[in-house]
């Protein structure tokens, strides 16, 4: 799973607000597959979409801790990774849509082993359908 540091730390950084996602793993979950396997797309998020705190410690910070989403469908093809998401998406402002974004795509590619993730909500870009809630 992929946290949000709160600085810049040694890990990817996120556009536009200065502070940084970090990679965490976690003990095997049970019937979850390998990398690649989509079982194991989908254990990796779950397990970041099950936190409720915000604070996940070491300065780590979950910004999906708000949200209420499930996985619908996860497919692999060649270098890409999509998934689909329902539910509703929660950001307490501007940079936390950027963290929760990249927390789903970094969790995603990581868990997949590919180099491009799609995150859909309800079939439309997540990105697409976050900047639209407002309206």
Known sequence: MYWVAMDNLEGIE???????SLMESTAPVSGAGDVGDPSFVEAGLQVLMDQTEYEV????TNSLYQSDLEVTEISISGDTVTVDLSGTPISSGTCDDPRIIAQLENTALANAGVYTAEILLEGTPIQEAMSQKGS
Do not use: A, I, K, Y
């Not at 996120?14 to 940084?20: A, I």
């Open 14 to 20: 996120f556009p536009g607000c200065g502070d940084s």
């Open 57 to 60: 410690g070491s300065g780590l």
